[in-house]
Structure formats: structure tokens, C-alpha cells
């Protein structure tokens, strides 16, 4: 058995399953949280189920974490369980902030009533900023939300924050910009990209209606973000850390490469959809990861461009799978 064990919270999302391998890798006895659903979604850490512990517990359930800490009884917990998709946060802005702020203050004092000595990680995100007030953003750049997401995040960031200093918990918040992979829901923008051009070459769909082309966001790859969270909590002294790649594209550049890779043009393709527009946009957000870099030795090393075709390719060879078409086949643009 191994002698450090972590809890992760959120772990059958795209960063809890890659966290999951990485702690596995390192030697970590990891245990895994999971809301208790009719239908039980583990198709990101199928590979793992035999190696991982899994609990039921819910965010908001107090009793429940409590429950799941005593049992886990963990060195470290990963915080990564939120309501994170920006769009329905307009839709349920009270159960977004139930999840993504007040589950973070459960968990906290889950964690400093039954062993302050568990080392804690919260996942903030460059959300936060919002409407920037500078840029790029670090960790001293102030949040200015705009989405209840983006509101209930600095919540659980501050939170964080004053738990570790009120009861002296080593307590750190990860400000990561996107961070995408082949394991990205598909609600999200990249996502639904990636796996739209796929469904396009293969002609099992005929277009792809998006939002905003021109928001520019700092996008690197989730299993090296993953790193950084695991070396938040390595260090002497708990500190929250901006990561991200330090350089932005255009959603409309992401749709250009995916595009550009299967050979199609996306002016064919690509139409405006008002219902993919947000109610208060943020335009901009790049990180400055430079306490990252000197600090915990940390980058990113993934380019943007070798990103989107990564994703491409992915969802390319899931769809020709589960079509039975191929690239070359008749009927197939």
C-alpha cells in the first residue's frame, strides 16, 4: 500500500481523470469522488476503475464529505468537482453557486474538523478576471467576473484564501486558463469544434453553428496542467499559482487549424449562432505564468497548433469507430 494517498473530487472530469493517472504514475493510493446518478458516466477513468477507489459523496452534502474524508483519510484533496460550464451557470446561476462556491467552503471545513494537516488544492480559473483590468493577468491582476461562473469561482477562490489564513491550512487555488484535450466535455467550444470537423469529414453532419469567433483565450494542454496542480502541493509554503502558456489565439484560429487539418474549409461550414452568444462576453484572457515558471519549474510545453490537431485526430478516430466510415470512404467529404 502506498504510503501517500489523495482524494480528488471532480475526478471523472477531463483533469480529475488525468490527475488520477498522474498520482497513480507517482505511486499515490487514489481514491475518487462521485455524485451518486441513475446513469454513472466513467468514460474517462473506465481504465482506472480497478486501480482507484471511488466514494459517493456530493458537494452539496456536508455530511457526505465529511463521511468521505474519514474513510479516504488522505494526504492531499484535489478539489476539481464544480458546475463548470459558463453558459448553464446563466441558466442555474443559484445551483452553479451552490457547487462552485459554497461546495468549496464544505470541503474546507470538512478538512479542518477532522485532519488540518491534509494539504488542499482548489481549481480557480482565469474566469475570474472577467472584464481584465490588465494584460496578461497574474496572480495580483483583480477579478472581475462576468458569469455566474466566473462569480462563484472567485468566491471559492477567497474562501480558500481565508481558510488559509484563518486556521492555517495548507490551502492553494491553481488560476488555470483553458486547458483542453481530447477528454474535454463536449459543451465546450474546443471540443465541439474538434468533434464537429471530424463528424463533417466524414459527412454525419452538415454544419457547425458557433458564438463569438473573436474571443481570445490562453489554451494549453490539461495533462501538463495537472502537473501543476500536483506541484501546488509539493512545496514549503502554500502560495496560488496563474497557469497558463502566456500566449492567446482566436476561437476563429482553433476552427482555421481543425479545419485546415481534414482538408475542408470552414467558410463551407461555419455559420453564426445568436444562441451561442453569452450575455456579458469576456473578450480577452492570457495568462503571465512567470511565478509558475520560477517558482514550481513549471510549463507548458504543448503548442496551440499541435493541440487542435491532437483533439482532431482523437475525435476522428472515435467517430470512424463508432460510424464505420473512414476519410476515404464514398459519400465522405
Known amino acids: 500500500m502506498s ?24 505511486g499515490y493510493e487514489v481514491h475518487g469522488m462521485v455524485r451518486r446518478a441513475s446513469t454513472e458516466n466513467f468514460e474517462r477513468i473506465g481504465h482506472l476503475t480497478d486501480r482507484i477507489s ?12 465529511v463521511t468521505v474524508v474519514q474513510e479516504s483519510r488522505p494526504h492531499e484533496v484535489y478539489n476539481l468537482a464544480a458546475q463548470s460550464f459558463v453558459p448553464t451557470s446563466w441558466v442555474q446561476p443559484a445551483l452553479t453557486g451552490e457547487f462552485t462556491a459554497l461546495g468549496v467552503t464544505r470541503i474546507l471545513d ?9 494539504r488542499f488544492y482548489q481549481a480557480s480559473s482565469s474566469e475570474m478576471f472577467g472584464k481584465v483590468r490588465e494584460t496578461p493577468q497574474n496572480e495580483a491582476t483583480p477579478f472581475h467576473p462576468r458569469s455566474p461562473y466566473g462569480v462563484a469561482k472567485a468566491y471559492g477562490h477567497y474562501i480558500t484564501m481565508n481558510y488559509r489564513e484563518s486556521f492555517e ?3 492553494v487555488s491553481g488560476i488555470l486558463f483553458n486547458h483542453e484535450s481530447p477528454r474535454r466535455g463536449r459543451e ?7 468533434e464537429s470537423v471530424a463528424r ?17 483565450r490562453d489554451w494549453g494542454y490539461a495533462p501538463e496542467y495537472v502537473e501543476a496542480m500536483w506541484m501546488m502541493l509539493q512545496q514549503d509554503e ?5 497557469v497558463g502558456t502566456g500566449l492567446h489565439n482566436t476561437a476563429q484560429e482553433f476552427v482555421d487549424i481543425a479545419f485546415a487539418h481534414v482538408g475542408l474549409d470552414p467558410a463551407d461550414f461555419v455559420r453564426l449562432d445568436p444562441a451561442f452568444l453569452r450575455p456579458a462576453e469576456v473578450d480577452t484572457l492570457l495568462a503571465d505564468p512567470t511565478k509558475a515558471r520560477e517558482q514550481l519549474g513549471w510549463r507548458a510545453r504543448t503548442s496551440f497548433e499541435d493541440l487542435v490537431r491532437i483533439m482532431v485526430e482523437a475525435d476522428l478516430e472515435a467517430q470512424e469507430r463508432r460510424s464505420g466510415r473512414r476519410q476515404g470512404d464514398a459519400g465522405t467529404r
Open 3 to 26: 504510503d501517500r494517498r489523495a482524494l480528488i473530487t471532480g475526478v471523472t472530469g477531463q483533469d480529475g481523470s488525468y490527475l488520477a493517472e498522474l498520482l497513480l504514475e507517482k
Open 54 to 65: 471511488l466514494h459517493q459523496a456530493d458537494l452539496l452534502d456536508q455530511s457526505s464529505l
Open 110 to 118: 470538512a478538512i479542518r474538523q477532522i485532519d488540518p494537516s491534509i
Open 169 to 171: 491550512l495548507f490551502a
Open 188 to 194: 465546450f467550444v474546443t471540443r465541439k469544434i474538434s
Open 200 to 216: 463533417l469529414k466524414l459527412g454525419l453532419q452538415d454544419d457547425l453553428p458557433m458564438g463569438n469567433l473573436d474571443s481570445k
Open 238 to 242: 502554500p502560495a496560488d499559482y496563474v
